[in-house]
């Protein structure tokens, strides 16, 4: 392992995807910026963004539904002036999108082509109108093209790929003052350097965390690195025991990850047992349209109840031609696993899809440390409460990305001296590949103790039992690798068990059920004594 000249510049950008670019498109106005992403830049859970982002967009919708609808979703948990504001900003944020060279779906009526009512709303869960603004059924991969086009058309901008950052430079970070982050360790993935990437205005945009559960609808990149550097950092992290699971991922041996978007929901798509009993009527009025925890949970029941592997999800009575047109990338996703999604009804089941919970962030992107600043997945605004509406996250990370770079403008026009020295990172010693598989081992026994214990359904002693795993796995990690295998599965594993460890503690704080927590001991939604967000923080300046 070597160590490289430290790189600087005005704004640092840990994360490619719509939180990361969005920032670093606006800050590219106003001075330098390197973005990292750790693996290619494609790579990121904006990619895979299948139904689309919410906004009011229709003059049969208004702002105080969206914002209704928002706060009957999050169970009584969201921040009001979070929902308000970030609503409020959305068509703006999605017209900056447009701008960019975003190409949302429009509808076939032959009308002048730069009309907004012309682009096609669709419809999703807990949402009373349709506010969905998509590209087909690959909405994040149009908008990661725009974006990453237009990140690469300003010459301010440096991107350097599979540069997994590791640690956050912050001064000291223990006690005193002055207290703030300068930057970030960074490991070059292709050289196996150690980097200092130094810069005044920090921006963390890692996106989630659904690679610490078994099944996750979530790419590989997502291991919640982000939350981890943070806490570790001092910053305050919250209501991390809210994890959304998707009620519908494809169930087949041979499917990673393949998500079927609710939206097939929105057009009619009906969930079934296997006998072709619809069930969802039993759990909510709305019934497919309930808001996700309930559909997921209502799945999770009638698994257990029948002893299931999966439901039945159709949408087969639709004209075929419709289902081809709209969903183009999951009918022949489908397909490709031998179902037609034309022709009758496909196996799906639920997995761990969103981070509701994140680093606590005002509604400028400040962290509880200056100089740092969080937007997108990893951040927690207020926004989603205990359970987060459909397509209101690719709208909150293009939101925040804006806000977060208004803030950040000024502390880097402020000047505020230079930055402090840090050390060069100590490279430790040899690596010894027989560990290897320890580092697996650790990896599949959290990522399988968190969907047993931690799942859709909590009970006290489960989460006892969880901790109690995981806290012997972050020893092992600190006692047998940590110091002498520092790559960027080492960097992960780290991460993967810090974020497990804190989404554990907050379940374990939070004695009731609301949206996303569910804990058999504790089923009944506390009074007003637990309406406010789950804080962690290893210390505060
Ligand atoms: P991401 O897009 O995940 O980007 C994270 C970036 O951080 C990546 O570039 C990654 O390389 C980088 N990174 C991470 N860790 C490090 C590190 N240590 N060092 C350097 N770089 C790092 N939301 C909606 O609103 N509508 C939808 O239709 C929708 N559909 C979805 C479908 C799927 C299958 C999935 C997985 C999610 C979906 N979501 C949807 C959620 C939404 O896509 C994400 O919440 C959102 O895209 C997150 O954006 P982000 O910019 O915060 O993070
Ligand atoms: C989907 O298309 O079902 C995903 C939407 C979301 O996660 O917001």
């Not at 920032?23 to 990619?47: D, H, M, Q, R, W």
């Not at 159709?314 to 179902?339: M, Q, T, V, W």
């Amino acid at each position: 392992m070597r160590h490289n000249a430290q790189l600087s510049s005005d704004f640092l950008v840990i994360g490619g995807g719509i939180a990361g670019l969005t920032f670093a498109i606006k800050a590219a106005e106003a001075g330098t910026v390197t973005v990292l992403t750790k693996a290619g830049s494609s790579e990121a859970n904006t990619a895979y963004a299948q139904g689309g982002i919410a906004s009011v967009w229709s003059v049969h919708d208004s702002f105080e539904s969206h914002i209704e609808d928002t706060l009957r979703a999050g169970a009584g948990l969201c921040d009001r002036a979070a929902v308000e504001t970030i609503i409020r900003e959305g068509p703006e944020a999605v017209r900056e999108l447009i701008r960019l060279g975003t190409r949302f779906t429009r509808v076939e009526t032959g009308g002048p082509d730069d009309s907004e009512q012309e682009y096609d709303l669709g419809r999703e869960g807990g949402h009373s109108h349709r506010r969905v603004l998509h590209a087909q059924d690959l909405t994040g991969r149009e908008i990661m093209r725009a974006l990453t086009e237009a990140a690469a058309a300003r010459p301010n901008i440096r991107t350097l790929e599979n540069h997994i950052a590791i640690n956050l430079l912050v001064e000291n970070p223990t006690a005193g003052k002055p207290y703030a982050c300068w930057g970030v360790y960074a490991l070059d993935r292709s050289t196996h350097e150690i980097r200092k990437v130094i810069s005044r205005a920090t921006m963390l945009a890692t996106g989630g965390a659904g690679k610490v559960y078994l099944y996750t609808t979530n790419p590989d990149i997502a291991s919640g690195d982000g939350v981890a550097m943070a806490y570790r950092a001092g910053a305050a992290v919250a209501n991390l025991e809210f994890y959304q699971f998707h009620p519908t991922c494809l169930y087949h041996p041979a499917a990673k990850s393949f998500l079927i978007s609710e939206a097939l929901r929105g057009e009619g798509a009906i969930l079934k047992l296997p006998d072709g009993t619809a069930f969802m009527k039993r759990y909510h009025p709305d019934a497919e349209l309930a808001p996700r925890d309930i559909v997921a949970r209502a799945i999770d029941s009638e698994m257990k109840r029948h002893g299931l592997d999966f439901v039945y999800l159709d949408l087969s009575h639709r004209d075929a031609d419709f289902i081809r047109r709209r969903f183009p990338n999951i009918f022949k996703g489908c397909l490709s696993f031998g179902y037609d999604l034309t022709k009758g009804p496909i196996p799906v089941v639920p997995a761990a899809h969103y981070m509701c919970g994140g680093v606590q962030t005002d509604l400028d992107g400040r962290t509880s440390i200056p100089r740092l600043y969080a937007a997108g997945e990893v951040a927690m605004t207020g926004l989603h409460g205990a359970n987060r509406l459909a397509s209101n996250s690719l709208l909150e990370a293009a939101v925040m990305g804006r806000r977060g770079f208004a803030a950040a403008r000024e502390i880097v026009a402020s000047g505020g001296g230079a930055p402090p020295e840090f050390p060069e990172w100590d490279p430790g010693r040899a690596i010894r590949s027989e560990e290897r598989v320890m580092i697996t081992q650790s990896w599949d026994e959290i990522r399988r103790l968190m969907w047993n214990y931690v799942g859709i359904v909590r009970s006290d002693q489960r989460l006892e039992r969880a901790l109690r795993r995981i806290e012997l796995i972050k020893e092992e990690i600190h006692s047998y690798y940590w110091d002498h295998l520092l790559d960027a599965d080492t960097i992960e594993l780290r991460n993967l068990a810090t974020v497990a460890e804190l989404v554990v503690r907050s379940a374990m704080t939070r004695r009731e059920s609301r949206g996303l927590h569910y804990n058999i001991d504790h089923p009944e939604t506390g009074g007003p004594e637990w309406v406010h967000p789950t804080v962690l923080q290893k210390f505060a300046q």
